[in-house]
């Protein structure tokens, strides 16, 4: 008896001692109140400015930029000659003078300006801001109507010399240009699209236009006459539904179009799609009744594709034709505008026009297997297509906006044809005159060209030894080659904004542990000045810490990855962690940040429930780097990337023993979606939950230019020169049955872009296969979750808190959300 006695002590004490370590090996309960803290709206009440976002001025070198802290928010001129940084004026002294003509109370903390903009003679600045006074909208024909007031709003001219404020009375504002009104380089007409076709209007109709959308003595011209349904030369609407298109039939549509720089021609793009098929999605929460939405999607494999033209139009004439540009089947035609200048950003009118010239200017023609890409010019006069550079590989050829100079009879062409993406220089009959950058990096853009000088400035990334590869440099180098030399050293990413003289630049900088610096650089890369660092302050007294960059092997044992990892602020490294990997397979992009970011959503606060949230990049991933790693995947697009993601969970949990290997998540949107469906299935011993969001599951319903692009479409040109395409892909359902961990799929029910019915069908193979899983629809959400994404962030965190936390404690209600809800008695909009 006294033995038995004994024995059951001693059990007890082992048991007691298994279970405290048990209970020190891993996080008991999901830690809900520290996701909570570090909600979007929170977050944006912490972290403000974080750039140095340069407005640049037409008559010097000096910009200026607001930057706002978690003290004020200021406004300052800075002068690069000078090296000065000043405030464009004393908030205090503006706020009391603005008081005391609105009469609403303001102060130096709270001075709610908007569109801030400098007169013609840059001597003042004018800004306006909105008061507490109500007042009638002057469009508005319905007085009494519910939402016929609005806010009076005051508009201020502050003298820069005198420091003296004066309200702008009967001021006369210009709206902003509508999204229907393209407008001549010299203002003289105004093109846009009605009832499918062509019209344009003078400058002064326009004028009456702006005041009055439905004004009937504006007076109209009409250009075209052959313009139908899906056969236009306009008149697409972002966002629009089919009421929206009924409701809007009548009235003016937007164009395509790209002026010469003289204002006597233009170019569009006309696109057949009378031949694509349909395609619908049903709105069920629409009022009264749920709504059967329309819209032409092309789909991979489909004979039924868009057919491309090009339109030359001479505006003196008022007549237009239609180029001989036809070389491939099914090609795809696209123009380029000439850049932007800096100068001009804040300007109300900024010209649409194209790359080129008064006499020519330029577009490129792409094979639908994507492997053929020519980039001609057009000459205005005789009609003339010239193929100025043809790009040519065995898989898909990408392109670049090509750089002009010497009055055109220069090309700086963007090319990956040696296998890293390089400048080419070639003379305007389309020869190469030298390779002008050569080596193991990646170019990215053009960011300015000095002719007088004859250098290039432009981006690149993956040159810098000991370096993150995806971090971005400015450079400069001679055309013919020579004198390469980088601009803003440091080993961080950098985001630049040149002034269009190639003097000065801004750069931004930041690593995804750095908080950002922003400084003022000459064109030699020597800094003039420092300009703002990011006040995290607020952010840190929240608990804040920064993710930790990491570098493993990809599965293959040779190929350098880099990811990111984000735990827990709480993280106790005793502790055993659940692994979540944050997943998108590109390849036109990765789901890895390089630099600092407050967007937290998808790693950092879904981090805070417990776990430790990694993304890394896969082979087949980035197109930052080589051609080769970045068209790793083509032929094989669901099954490419997943065993770089395997590899690199098994990697960092040799590395760190609070990494738990026996359960790993893993979760992402869109091709993300997709991705962590195919890993639970084609690893299905090694994820045990996923949740996937608007996956492109099937990509035999998904649109074809991503599916043909990066799987890959084969071209068949039979004897009699008859030309189709075949198109075949792996997809998700086809694995249905090999599911064995817990997973949760979603989709908005309206979405457009990853159409339901990739979701739909892995559901359908699930079921078919007898296998549980969960599902959300977002109703009345496209592919982005709108006004339903931070409930589905707490959806996501439970469905991982259940099934990797064993956290099953939380009630119906999120009481997150509910706590953020101010319970004023007025209904909800």
């Known amino acids: 008896m006294k033995k038995l006695y004994f024995v059951a002590i001693a059990l007890l004490f ?41 407005h640049w001025l037409k008559l010097s070198n000096k910009f200026w930029y607001m930057f706002e802290t978690p003290n004020i928010k200021n406004w300052y001129i800075v002068d690069p000659v000078l090296k000065t940084k000043k405030l464009m004026f004393d908030n205090a002294r503006l706020a009391a003078g603005i008081t005391l003509i609105v009469k609403d109370p303001f102060d130096a903390q709270h001075l709610p300006i908007e569109n801030l903009k400098f007169t013609k003679d840059e001597k003042s600045i004018q800004f306006e801001l909105k008061s507490s006074i109500d007042q009638v909208k002057k469009d508005r024909k319905d007085k009494k109507a519910a939402d016929s007031l609005e806010k009076k709003t005051f508009y201020f001219q502050y003298d820069l010399v005198t420091e003296k404020v004066s309200e702008l009375k009967n001021y006369d504002k210009i709206k902003p240009k509508p999204v229907w009104a393209s407008i001549a380089p010299d203002s003289s007409a105004i093109v846009f699209c009605r ?17 009055n959308e ?66 619908w999605v049903i709105n069920s929460i629409a009022d009264p009744r749920p709504t059967l939405e329309t819209y032409k999607y092309e789909m991979p494999g489909e004979a039924e594709q868009p057919r491309k033209e090009l339109w030359l139009f001479d505006f003196a004439a008022k007549t237009g034709k239609k180029l001989n540009v036809s070389l491939f089947k ?96 070639y003379d305007d009959a389309g020869h190469v005159k030298n390779q002008i950058t ?118 293959d044992g040779i190929t350098d990855l880099y990811g990111v990892m984000y735990k827990p602020f709480d993280f106790d490294p005793s502790k055993k962690y659940p692994l979540i990997e944050y997943v998108y397979p590109g390849p036109q992009t990765e789901g890895v940040s390089k630099a600092f970011s407050s967007r937290m959503d998808y790693v950092d606060r879904l981090a805070q429930f417990g776990f430790i949230v990694i993304s890394v990049g896969n082979r087949g991933g980035n197109p930052e780097r080589s051609k080769w790693y970045h068209t790793f995947g083509y032929g094989n697009l669901r099954d ?82 008859d030309t189709t395409f075949q198109y075949s892909i792996d997809k998700n359902p086809d694995l249905a049955k090999n599911l064995k961990g817990r997973l949760l799929l979603s989709t908005g029910d309206v979405d457009d872009n990853v159409h339901p019915a990739n979701t739909i069908r892995l559901i359908n193979a699930l079921i078919k296969a007898n296998k549980r899983f969960d599902f959300v629809l977002l109703p009345g959400q496209k592919h982005a979750y709108g006004d339903m994404t931070e409930y589905f962030f ?15 404690s939380q009630p119906v209600d999120i009481l997150e959300m509910d706590r953020e809800v101010e319970m004023t008695g007025k209904k909800k909009p």
């Not at 409701?247 to 010469?260: A, C, E, I």
């Not at 995806?470 to 030399?485: C, P, Q, R, W």
Request: net charge neutral; proline share 3%; aromatic share 12%.
């Open 195 to 211: 009832y499918y076709n062509l019209y344009w209007m003078d400058k002064e109709n326009y004028k009456k236009a702006l005041k």
């Open 640 to 721: 490419y990337g997943l065993a770089d993601k395997k590899a690199a969970a098994e990697q960092l949990a040799d590395r760190y023993p609070f990494i738990d290997l026996e359960r790993v998540g893993i979760t992402g949107h869109s091709g993300g979606g997709f991705m962590s469906s195919a890993a639970m299935l084609v690893y299905p011993d090694f994820f045990k939950v996923a949740v996937s969001e608007s996956g492109n599951h099937d990509n035999s319903v998904y649109n074809r230019w991503w599916s043909e692009k990066h799987n890959g479409v084969k071209e068949i040109v039979t004897a009699k020169g």
């Open 794 to 808: 707490w959806q996501k965190g439970d469905y991982f808190c259940k099934y990797l936390l064993n956290d099953f």
């Open 330 to 425: 099914d090609q795809e035609l696209s123009t380029w505008s000439a850049p932007a200048k800096a100068r001009n950003r804040d300007d109300e009118f900024r010209p649409s026009i194209w790359l080129g010239t008064n006499s020519e200017f330029y577009f490129y023609r792409t094979g639908r297997d994507l492997k053929r890409i020519d980039v001609c010019s057009v000459d205005i006069n005789t009609a003339k297509v010239t193929v100025q550079v043809q790009e040519r590989m065995n898989i898909y050829v990408e392109i670049s906006k090509p750089g002009l100079i010497n009055g055109g009879k220069e090309l700086i062409e963007w090319s990956e044809r040696d296998g890293w993406a390089h400048f080419y220089l």
């Open 438 to 555: 050569s080596g193991q990096f990646h170019c990215d853009d053009i960011i300015n060209i000095d002719e007088k000088n004859r250098i290039l400035y432009f981006t690149a990334s993956g040159r810098e030894p000991n370096e993150n590869p995806y971090y971005t440099h400015l450079y400069s180098i001679k055309l013919d080659g020579t004198g390469l030399k980088l601009l803003n050293a440091g080993n961080f990413d950098h985001a630049v904004n040149m002034n269009d003289n190639e003097k000065y630049f801004v750069d931004v900088f930041s690593r995804v542990n750095t908080a950002p610096k922003s400084v003022l650089r000459g064109n030699d890369g020597h800094q003039v000045m420092e300009l703002e660092a990011a006040d995290l302050s607020r952010l840190m007294a929240a608990g804040y810490k920064f993710p930790e960059p990491f570098k493993i092997k990809a599965d």
């Open 214 to 279: 439905d004004d009937s003595t504006v007076v109209e011209h009409q250009l075209t006459k052959d313009g139908v349904e899906f056969y236009a030369y306009g008149g697409d609407i972002e966002n629009g539904t089919n009421i929206d298109e009924i409701k809007n039939r009548k009235k003016r549509k937007p164009t395509s179009v790209l002026w010469s720089p003289d204002a006597k021609h233009f170019a569009l793009i006309r696109s057949d799609e009378r031949k694509v098929k349909d395609l």
């Open 14 to 54: 082992f048991l007691s001692v298994k279970a405290q370590n048990v209970a020190t090996a891993q996080p008991a309960k999901a830690n809900y109140a520290l996701a909570a803290r570090f909600s979007p709206k929170k977050i944006g009440k912490m972290v403000f400015t974080t750039a140095v976002d340069a």
